[in-house]
């Protein structure tokens, strides 16, 4: 009898995912380098080779911010092998794995028991400020945040976009090829239609997730993918990799 694929995949094996993205970057001409340190783990970012003179808006990606949620930081490589042209066209800044205890012991939070994702206004953090000094200064174009969700019955997304019209609608749709749309009406407390929690004005939150983080440096769009992660992991890393790719062929389209 054949073995399925998934039968040795290593969803929690960091430096298997580590080893992966390094081959990658030797590929697409990408700078990956060490941005901080947990415990002994070290933690990754890789960005286009910045020519001193390119100033262009930077696309971010970020995975792998809860641990218990493996099919996010594997769709987003899934997503850069197949796009490595890209990285040569735009200009991009990747965090692979914020999270890598969270990864390697599939918990949500880090070593110290922190919801990174509640603390990206912690500035004190050492994760938090290391990031901090990553991102200072760059004009952001859009910010895609990708999670997965343990109560979700499909795909939803958050949208976070105050000035254009909303674009979570046809990203959502071009997902639903993968995996149905999370139908419910309320979503984690907030009013969704469609998969889509649209947030035109701030929630009130003491702890701020990247998201908003990222929309208070400028990003004039974030989407926060959320993937349903009792769904088959071959479907859900399909599904990442899809909501990536039609989220840049629809967000970086609007007003054009
Ligand atoms: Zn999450």
């Keep these: 009898m054949p073995v399925h694929p998934l039968v040795n995949h290593r969803a929690h094996d960091y ?22 340190r947990v415990g002994e783990l070290p933690v990754y970012v890789l960005r286009t080779r910045d020519a001193a003179k390119d100033t262009r808006p930077t696309i971010y990606l970020s995975a792998g911010i809860h641990g218990d949620e ?35 012991l599939n918990t949500r939070h880090d070593q110290d028991g922190t919801d990174l994702n509640r603390s990206f206004n912690a500035t004190e953090h050492p994760l938090i400020s290391a990031w901090h000094r990553v991102v200072a200064g760059r ?39 993968v995996l149905p749309i999370d139908q419910r009406k309320r979503i984690d407390g907030r009013a969704a239609k469609g998969g889509l929690i649209v947030r035109r004005v701030l929630p ?53």
């Design 139 to 177: 004009q952001i174009a859009m910010g895609i945040c990708l999670h997965e969700d343990y109560d979700g019955q499909g795909n939803y997304l958050y949208e976070l976009n105050p000035q254009s019209p909303v674009v979570g609608n046809k990203i959502l749709k071009d997902c639903s090829r």
């Design 15 to 36: 430096r298997a995912l580590v080893r992966e993205w390094q081959a990658l970057a030797k590929e697409a001409g990408l700078k990956m380098e060490v941005f901080a």
């Design 204 to 256: 009130e939150m003491p702890g701020q997730p990247e998201a908003i983080v990222l929309h208070l440096m400028g990003a004039p769009l974030t989407l926060t993918f959320e993937s349903p992660s009792e769904f088959s992991l071959h479907d859900r890393i399909e599904a990442q990799k899809t909501f990536i790719q039609s989220a840049l062929e629809h967000g970086l389209r609007r007003g054009g």
């Design 70 to 104: 493996p099919a996010a930081p594997w769709g987003l490589l899934a997503w850069a092998r197949e796009n490595v042209a890209r990285f040569k066209e735009d200009r991009y800044l990747i965090f692979p794995v914020m999270n890598p205890h969270g990864l390697i």
